[in-house]
């Protein structure tokens, strides 16, 4: 029978502490210079070898070269390397020196207090694990000590990391991260690490287009479903940073956490700071089990309702843009019920004079012209029809044209001696003054009260910039902000059970462990191209779950590329996801509603595989696309295929589905066949594609014997 250990053990004698997760190890060792080191990070050791493996050093020891990898390095020592705790004290000093302070173990949870050994100055490295999941979660804890007349006055805190992460050594480094912009999101690149400070960040306020504050780590030879994978990702939804720091002489860490570079936060006697969860996990199975894993963690510990279904929505945008009326909207929402859709979304143009960009933001009441009756006769049918009602909102955004503006120009966020720029005509409100918290809270909750709304899209249209205010600690607005965007959802799911929001930034401009805490799911992406989309959808679910992705059926052509695709491709594109549509629904023909309407019944019948099944990416990186959603007992399985161009003379592969049981059988109920399951795993499926370009088809299986 297999020992078992408890997840979490200190033993104070070598200072050793060991967290255990289902199919990984992570140990600390706390140096004799009082700052916790990395021991190990990966496969199940016992505790004699954990107790003997040394912490990972310089093989080329010299005066020259780094010291051993800190869980969380600070300014002092022989550490050259990016620093994750950066502080100045009054007198001019950089840097701390740590003792030990002692360690508490309360369950999966572990926590390291250090003490400088010569200022009034705590920090607490808390750690993180539970029984079901991988997922190590870390964040830091910092407290000025003194008393309010301490002599050593405030501490400007000029970085504080979440946690600092090492890999082991490898024969070489890849690193796997996000890149993108707005209609091009969560763009998958793998690249050789270079040996060299690899810097990832968005100085944005948000977490951005550009960059993910997610990554994985591999030797170069991992693939889907083989190879060691170290993965992080930080919750965190504002500006961040993410340091990768490969040395000439064969070590890797990386440090990450909230803010970016040129920005202080001043602790001042009594007061404490803590940063945002950096949570990573190990596997030893591939970027597929990689991504499952994280998915698990993200239903069971991040989302706050994973086995809610998410609706079948339908949003106005594309069919109206800044048009909207009640008449319109009703048309509309007649047609939505009609072929399915359980959520039916007004989306901007809605609110004060706000008849395009250039004003109205900040003035959260209905337009009369649009709807002189008010929302609620709009929201009273669409709830007659079957439907839920939702809401399109950007609180955090102001026009200058506004009477929000008007009586409160101070509220926005710029630097007093600076221009402030527009962008998309307008400016950004400063969340991080309680007042301006308070009136968008009061004002969005009275939204939901008054107006029957079951959903808001919650959208952020812009960056900051020019960040700044009136304010002793100006620079606290970059984390205050954040915070109280996360506050202000929080309460509202409070004040409102059942309400559901939608995370929205121009796009997938802000999606993150953050804010997926305190959201159903985020729009991915405004470029619904299914074609591209393709691409956006597997960065996308690198990390995060089907459940939580938007994604739409729009109008063809598309209004971004102006590529035109059959409804059918865009139906199987957009069903990896949570199923969405938002084209115009008045222009389609009758034969084309009867088409969605089959499609969305379709859908419904395969979301609970679709949104809360294992995700195998079976085809990626060829002509044909393919995402495998299988039961967690092997009971039902779908399959997506899309072929975005098709090859003259050359047919579709079979798609290989390794995630079957070898010794199953399997029914295709659209063939009328039953396979062997090894016959799946190692000969595959034919498609069924049908000719052409923009081909696709959906293949249902059932387990039936043995």
């Known amino acids: 029978m297999p020992a078992t250990f408890p997840p979490v053990t200190f033993d104070p004698d070598p200072g050793l502490a060991v967290l255990r997760t289902p199919n990984s190890v992570y140990a600390l060792r706390v140096g004799a210079d009082g700052s916790p080191r990395h021991v190990h990070w990966g496969a199940p ?194 500006s961040w940073r993410v340091t990768l720091h490969r040395d000439p002489v064969g070590r890797t860490v990386w440090t990450g956490g909230f803010g970016h570079e040129g920005l202080s936060w001043t602790l001042r006697p009594g007061e404490s700071l803590r940063t945002p969860v950096y949570a990573g996990l190990y596997t030893g199975h591939g970027f597929g089990a990689a991504s499952r894993a994280w998915h698990h963690y993200v239903r069971r510990y991040v989302l706050p309702e994973p086995d809610r279904d998410r609706p079948v929505l339908y949003n106005s945008w594309e069919a109206t843009g800044f048009e909207v009326d009640e008449a319109g909207q009703l048309r509309l929402a007649n047609l939505a019920a009609r072929v399915g859709a359980e959520l039916f979304v007004l989306d901007d143009g809605w609110f004060g004079t706000r008849r395009d960009d250039r004003s109205g933001l900040g003035d959260w009441t209905p ?31 102001v026009n200058r044209d506004s009477e929000l503006y008007r009586a409160h120009p101070d509220w926005v966020i710029h630097s007093p001696r600076l221009d402030a720029t527009e962008l998309r005509n307008q400016l950004v409100l400063n969340f991080a003054r309680p007042e301006v918290e308070s009136w968008a809270l009061e004002t969005l909750d009275r939204l939901v009260r008054d107006h029957g709304v079951d959903w808001l899209k919650w959208d952020a249209n812009r960056a900051f910039t020019e960040a700044g205010w009136d304010h002793p600690d100006p620079d606290r607005l970059w984390i205050d902000h954040t915070r109280a965007v996360h506050r202000i959802m929080d309460r509202l799911r409070e004040a409102h059970p059942g309400l559901r929001i939608e995370a929205c930034a121009g796009g997938g401009g802000r999606v993150d462990l953050g804010v997926l805490a305190r959201t159903d799911q985020a729009w991915t ?40 695709t059959p409804l059918r491709f865009r139906f199987h594109v957009a069903m990896a996801g949570a199923l969405g549509i938002g084209g115009d629904l008045a222009s389609w023909s009758d034969a084309e509603l009867a088409e969605a309407a089959a499609l969305v019944a379709e859908y419904k019948e395969i979301r609970p595989l679709v949104q809360r099944g294992h995700q195998h990416r079976v085809a990626f990186d060829g002509p044909v696309s393919a995402v495998h959603y299988a039961a967690p007992d092997d009971s039902e399985h779908v399959v997506l295929v899309r072929r975005p161009t098709a090859r003259f003379g050359h047919a579709a592969a079979p798609v290989k589905l390794p995630a079957l049981d070898p010794g199953a059988r399997y029914l295709d109920p659209g063939a009328n066949q039953v396979y062997d399951g090894a016959f799946l795993i190692h000969r595959g499926i034919d498609p069924r594609l049908p000719a052409g370009d923009h081909a696709s088809s959906l293949i249902r299986l059932s387990r039936v014997g043995p």
Do not use: K
């Open 45 to 238: 050791l016992g505790a004699a070898a954990l107790a003997s493996a040394p912490e990972p050093v310089s093989p080329a020891a010299s005066s020259f070269e780094a010291d051993a990898a800190d869980e969380l390095a600070p300014q002092t020592g022989a550490r050259f390397g990016p620093a994750g705790l950066q502080v100045r004290f009054a007198d001019g000093t950089r840097g701390t020196q740590w003792r030990f302070a002692g360690h508490r173990i309360d369950g999966g949870e572990l926590r390291l207090r250090l003490e400088d050994r010569h200022r009034p100055l705590r920090a607490e490295l808390c750690y993180r694990v539970r029984s079901d999941t991988d997922v190590v979660e870390r964040w830091t804890e910092l407290t000025h000590t003194g008393a309010p007349d301490d002599p050593a006055g405030p501490v400007s805190v000029g970085r504080l990391d979440s946690a600092s992460w090492t890999a082991p050594p490898l024969s070489d480094y890849r690193l796997s991260h996000l890149v993108g912009g707005w209609n091009s999101e969560f763009q998958l690149r793998r690249d050789r690490l270079p040996v060299a400070e690899t810097v990832l960040t968005s100085r944005r306020g948000l977490t951005s287009h550009h960059a993910s504050p997610w990554l994985a780590l591999d030797d170069g030879t991992a693939a889907e479903e083989q190879g060691e994978v170290w993965s992080t990702a930080l919750a965190w939804s504002g």
């Open 367 to 397: 337009r009369p012209e649009a709807f002189p009756r008010g929302l609620r006769p709009l929201a009273d049918e669409v709830h007659r029809l079957g439907m839920e009602f939702g809401l399109w909102v950007e609180p955090e955004m």
């Open 525 to 564: 992406s405004d470029n619904t191209d299914p074609a591209d989309r393709i691409g956006i959808q597997h960065g996308f679910g690198q990390l995060f779950p089907a459940q939580a992705m938007a994604a739409w059926v729009t109008d063809s052509p598309n209004t971004t590329t102006g590529r035109g």
